[in-house]
């Protein structure tokens, strides 16, 4: 992948948080009010949401799987919010970014991300438009990895290589991918998610997001 080519797809996977653009992140544990008042979880999204999304991002390169893993994330911090025990803003979001980091998880391994507690709080995954997605390549600054990220691309071995471009940079679906490739559907998955998995692993000493605050 050139690095003119790295550039443009990596600003493509970061564009739809401005939106998001969040309201000053209060000291108080708004996870542990949301308990008794509805409107406490809608502050502690406001207060999170970005810097979970740019966690995502920095991670999938890919800035619609990157919100479906935020959404999936709060729907499952929303169902579970009564199990959280902390008082503090630190505890609470050590807490969120531990659900983070096994959604982040489960989406390695499988290649799909689970929406199983949206399932069960009936709430779709909202789209989003291109200028929130232009945003959101902003907000996590990956053209700034855009050299890091071709040497990355590089090192995959030839398999892994081809089905994250044909994921990620040609926007196939996982079908078409498997067509291309000439494997099952499972397979397809499996490489992306490895090739993903790799870059995000080589990419992780050039982090500068917030990854350590859980």
Known sequence: MSPEASACDAGRLLSVVRRLTVARRARVCLLAQSREDPEAFARFYDAYAERVLV??????????????????????????????????????????????????????????????????????????????IERIEDLAGLSEVARPLADAMAALPSE????????VVDECGYADVARRLGV????????????????????????TVFEDAA
């Open 160 to 167: 892994q290589r081809r089905a994250v471009e044909l994921r």
């Open 55 to 132: 966690f995502f991002t920095r991670r999938v390169f890919d800035v619609d799987v990157a919100f479906d893993l935020l959404s999936e994330t709060f729907a499952m911090a929303l169902e579970r919010r009564r199990q959280f025990r902390g008082g503090t803003a630190e505890e609470e979001q050590g807490w969120l970014f531990a659900i983070a980091r096994s959604e982040l998880s489960h989406y390695w391994r499988s290649g799909r991300v689970e929406r199983n507690a949206l399932a069960r709080l009936g709430v779709p995954a909202p789209g989003l438009t291109d200028p929130e």
């Open 184 to 207: 099952s559907e499972q397979t397809a998955r499996a490489r992306v998610s490895r090739g993903l998995r790799a870059l995000a692993l080589r990419l992780e000493t050039r982090e």
